[in-house]
């Protein structure tokens, strides 16, 4: 919205158009509802009501949003009156009627804002809804209390316990916004405050009794109290391990079951429960570190206002599961591709499956025929590397082979224009090794995506000792046009992600030689919280992408016991879900893992040759802390060595890229709530425990202890 001409920079603002007295809140850059802003619309709600002048109030915004929610970087501080439910009870039960102008996101305390209003306007393409349960929290303005009453209480489940917004035109359906309003041409000269205005005059006109939501009352049936029963067992599968969602359906659940004020009162007890749990700190550290990450570091950052380069069509080289998925990742941007393959064969098999993709989303609902033809345009194959002359950018997703790398590296340097910026893929290998093949290394960096691509939101940004500033700005800005969690990493082998992810495998794989079977490992860490268990993860991804990037790593070749149980399996033939068997076998249904009694045997065959005593008292705590353990200790060294440029970024990624539970914040969070000490403590006994090779304590983790700083904030 644009601010009206007699605007002054104060957050919150009284303005009169007639016998109309508008709120106007201008906090950029998203309005958040900070302290500031909840004594701005105190006082002036105060002088708007005591106004004779005044018939009735519009809330309305500034900038690119109607408020986006509570100033989430206020919770770890002391609460400052007015606290924002008793600000928005006073709108609530103002004697004048109030009416929001709603466009943009309205979101969390600012949908709440909008609820306590007693109309609502909206524009059409405003996306409204009550996030709160995504930072370990619920609604604690009124939402729960609020929401069901005007939508119904399904509605109110459905957004208050995923989070997910709705647009205007949905909750138009649904009775929570009065009036829509299109914007642009079908109503010339119109902005949304004018039509609110007018919305206003009418109500004050008809003088008719004010319509508070608080004031509906929600019948109670016994279908309510089954469909809460359904609710909480879905959510205590599918949010497993978390408080927030369970405490958003009892509170929505006292909607139904409580007078309003009582309901309000009991919601606000859930909220400061949830704000000052460890889960919603996680979940609160998980939300800053993904934006923090787009920051780049001074040592990337040196020079002002540099020109991006234009990004409008891209090439990728190999037509396989990850070059299909990125290409899909551009034509979802709307970005041209053009997506080259050694034969036709390959080629037509890679732009099969490529749209055997988009059906898939096509079939889930996520996009339609429209969209699904569009996006297959977009992409067009070619065997041939004179195409790719006028390119901007080629992504190589090719095998994983320094000697192929960088041969397609140099033929790129060849045919590419000069402007052209040239990343790969590659997961482990050595970037500036792979620019030196071209006479462009200043344009060369990773863009390592996580499979699938069209779908993980990840992409570490690796930057080579030569990537130059423009080089590295322009893929940043690229990676979130394409909605992705960008990450700037260093070189080192498998970076930042895979860098720690083999310390965390190495264990796994330890374990498995010591006597603990893949189900055990597994589900300790499930139980956890990890999206999956290790060794099923590998078993799905297959065993020897990471086999093969060993062999091409001759470091790492001397110690006869690293991976050697997942070295065993690729020598059997064990390749994963794709060779229906790996560390599980995979019978009828080719996802589903089967304890396979087997490999058991070859484990324990391998264990008395290789002297690797078998225990059976491994627990799973044990489990769990030498795989987290691990992890945490290289990210230590990660930060140390700079890879990392800070230990938000190592969360965002694992938070990201390898489904590390979100109410844990990601290892580097993790690690401060358990306690410094606690994870050295562990090291040094599994150094003892004869592991010595690999668990050394990172030495920033000893300093830590020292100066009692958090490692999360390094
Ligand atoms: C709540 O409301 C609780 C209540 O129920 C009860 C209270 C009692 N606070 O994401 P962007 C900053 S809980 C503080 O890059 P976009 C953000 O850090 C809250 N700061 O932009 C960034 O700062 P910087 C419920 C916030 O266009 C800048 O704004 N609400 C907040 O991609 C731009 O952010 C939510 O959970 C905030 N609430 O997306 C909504 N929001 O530039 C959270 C943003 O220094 N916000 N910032 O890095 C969002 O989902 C997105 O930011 C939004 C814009 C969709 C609004």
Known sequence: MTPPQDHKKEPVQLLNHGSIAVIFIDNPPVNALSHAVRQGIVSCLKAAETDNNVDAIVV???????????????????????????????????????????????????????????YRVALTNTNLGLPEVTLGLIPGAGGTQLLPRLAGVEIALQMI??????????????????????????????????????????????????????EISIHNNEHHSELFDQWRKKLAKKARGQNAPQCCINSIENAVLLPFNEGKKREREFFITCRDSSQSVAMRHAFFAERRAAKLPAAYDKT??????????????????????????????????????????????????????FEQALNRGLIDHVQLEQRMSLIVGTCNYEDLSEVDLVVEAAFETMAVKRQIFATLDQVCKLEAILASNTSYLDINEIAQSTARSHKVLGMHFFA??????????????????????TVMALGKKLGKISVAVGVCYGFVGNRMYSCYGREANML?????????????????????????????????????????????K????????????????????????????????????????????????EAKILGVVQRGDITEKEIQNRLVFALINEGARILAEGIATKASDIDAIWLNGYGFPRHLGGPMCYADEI????????????????????????????????????LSQQ
């Not at 008793?86 to 009416?99: R, Y």
């Not at 990840?458 to 590295?472: F, P």
Request: aromatic fraction near 6%; hydrophobic fraction near 40%.
């Open 60 to 118: 309305s915004c500034s900038g690119r949003t109607f408020i986006a929610g509570a100033d989430i970087s206020e919770f770890g501080q002391p609460a400052l009156e007015p606290h924002l439910p008793d600000v928005l009870a006073q709108l609530d039960e103002c004697s004048k009627p109030i009416i929001a102008a709603l466009f943009g996101t309205v979101l969390g305390g600012g949908f709440e804002v909008a609820l306590s209003c007693h």
């Open 558 to 605: 001397q110690d006869p016991l690293y991976f050697r149980a997942a070295d065993l399996m690729v020598e059997a033939g064990r390749l994963g879900q794709k060779t229906g068997a790996g560390f599980y076998r995979y019978d009828s249904d080719a996802r589903t893992p089967q304890v396979d009694e087997r490999v058991l045997a070859v484990f324990s065959n």
């Open 512 to 556: 498995l030689l010591e006597g603990a079977s893949p189900d055990h490992i597994d589900t300790a860490m499930k139980n956890w919280g990890m999206a999956m268990g290790p060794l099923a993860v590998t078993d799905m991804s297959g065993i020897d992408i990471a086999y093969k990037a060993r062999q091409e790593n001759p470091a790492l």
């Open 304 to 357: 002002q206002n540099v020109t991006l380069l234009p990004i409008k069509q891209v090439a990728i080289v190999g037509a396989g599961t990850m070059g299909g998925g990125i290409a899909m990742c551009f034509a979802n941007a709307g970005l041209s591709v053009i997506l080259l393959e050694m034969s036709e064969d390959n080629l037509t098999r890679g732009l099969l499956a490529i749209r055997k993709r």
């Open 675 to 710: 306690g410094i000490d606690t994870v050295v403590e562990g090291i040094k006994l599994y150094q003892q425990q004869g592991n010595g090779l690999y668990w050394h304590t990172a030495q920033l983790l000893e300093q830590l202890i020292v100066s009692g700083e958090k």
């Open 161 to 214: 316990t995923s989070g997910k917004a709705e647009t205007a035109k949905k909750l138009f359906e649904h009775g929570v916004i009065d009036l829509l309003v299109e914007q642009g041409p079908i109503n010339p000269g119109e902005t949304l405050l004018q039509q609110a205005i007018v919305f206003a005059q009418n109500i004050a006109k008809k003088g008719e009794k004010i319509r508070r939501v608080s």
């Open 452 to 473: 699938p691509a069209n779908i993980m939101k990840l992409l570490e940004v690796v930057c080579a000792d030569d990537t130059d500033e423009q080089t590295l700005k």
